[in-house]
């Protein structure tokens, strides 16, 4: 079965400095990897997805992450956040080849401080 | 419509009762998917439609849960008999065969 850890619950970051959220995946085989975004009281906003080939991946809003096979991760990253940044932040691996459901992580709560 | 979109966006009901939530997916997707986010179980799959073939009902939590998707469009999430531990948001997403999920804004059910 597949499953998705977020070590970091929370994290709090200053403005214009660097971040990166953690993602640990567990999957037989390559796997369908997404970032998901979502504010308070919204949806989940698709930042970036990995299905295959280039293994650092840009997304929206200045995202970008990487897929690392040998240590089963798929970290986000952003050189300089901005505070409409803050929000929460979901990793989820989908099965390879198919239309099948997502498992997310726990979740990344970031704040942004001024 | 241009997203996902999903009503009602805030339904209160009292234990027992029967509530039913819709979604209306991205002109064009095939695939249809409902999710449970709740504080104590974070994000869950309940259900997912492919095209005309059978529905994965496998993260359905009861039978007091079900689904339907009418005409590969619509689809209707029904709770029978209504507990204070279905009290969350249901979350609704649609794709393209093989591709990302687009979710919509999520319909926020209180059981009191």
């Known amino acids: 079965a597949q499953s998705v850890t977020q070590p970091d619950i929370h994290i709090t970051v200053s403005e214009g400095a660097s971040l990166e959220l953690r993602c640990n995946y567990s999957?037989?085989?390559?796997?369908?990897l997404f970032w998901y975004v979502q504010s308070p009281g919204q949806g989940l906003q698709l930042l970036l997805k990995y299905f295959s080939g280039d293994t650092l991946v840009q997304g929206i809003k200045g995202f970008e992450a990487e897929f690392k096979r040998s240590q089963s991760s798929f970290n986000l990253r952003k050189p300089s956040v901005h505070w409409s940044d803050a929000a929460e932040y979901f990793c989820?691996?989908?099965?390879?080849?198919?239309?099948?459901?997502?498992?997310f992580g726990t979740g990344t709560r970031l704040q942004v401080t001024l | 419509g241009a997203g996902v979109s999903q009503s009602p966006s805030n339904k209160v009901t009292e234990k027992g009762k029967d509530v039913e939530l819709r979604c209306d997916p991205i002109s064009g997707h095939t695939a249809l998917y409902w999710y449970r986010q709740s504080l104590g179980q974070g994000l869950e799959f309940l259900i997912y439609?492919?095209?005309?073939?059978?529905?994965?009902k496998s993260g359905l939590p009861s039978d007091r849960f079900s689904a339907e998707r009418t005409g590969g469009s619509v689809s209707t999430l029904t709770i029978q008999r209504t507990q204070q531990e279905d009290s969350a948001v249901y979350l609704c997403?649609?794709?393209?065969?093989?591709?990302?999920?687009?979710f919509g804004p999520g319909t926020r059910l209180t059981v009191l």
């Open positions: 989820a691996v989908g099965a390879t080849g198919t239309a099948s459901k997502l498992t």
């Open positions: 997403a649609s794709s393209r065969l093989y591709n990302e999920q687009f």
């Open positions: 439609f492919q095209g005309n073939s059978a529905p994965d």
């Open positions: 999957y037989g085989a390559t796997p369908y």
